[in-house]
């Protein structure tokens, strides 16, 4: 079992910056690839971004290319998400998500742990 509490989330303007946390327990976190993912009112849960084991491999939507980067801290089991640029169409709940392999990957159907999520209102 994994258990993933994200953080971070708040209420800013557009423009603004913002740092997502995801801390891990339960199994070994370093061993695995983790993802963010984010849902809108009304609309599906799609991918934002995701990193591999050892970080060297990592995706980004379309969509946050350039503004958002996503990092891991193996020794603090924790994967973060820093937001810059943040537009009104950011808004969403987030979601931190553990694959139970070290590959990153882009579908949700490839993460088998999920954390309860943390509000992001961007103001425009």
């Known amino acids: 079992q994994v258990q993933l509490v994200e953080s971070g989330g708040g209420l800013v303007q557009a423009g603004a910056s913002l740092r997502l946390s995801c801390a891990a327990s339960g199994r070994t976190f370093s061993n695995y690839a983790m993802g963010w993912f984010r849902q809108a009112p009304g609309k599906e849960r799609e991918f934002v971004a995701a990193?591999?084991?050892?970080?060297?491999?990592?995706y980004y939507a379309d969509s946050v290319k350039g503004r958002f980067t996503i990092s891991r801290d193996n020794a603090k089991n924790t994967v973060y998400l820093q937001m810059n640029s943040l537009k009104p169409e950011d808004t969403a709940v987030y979601y931190c998500a553990s694959r139970i392999v070290s590959t990153a990957a882009q579908n949700r159907e490839a993460y088998n742990y999920w954390g309860q999520g943390t509000q992001v209102t961007v103001s425009s």
């Open positions: 990193i591999s084991r050892s970080a060297n491999t990592k």
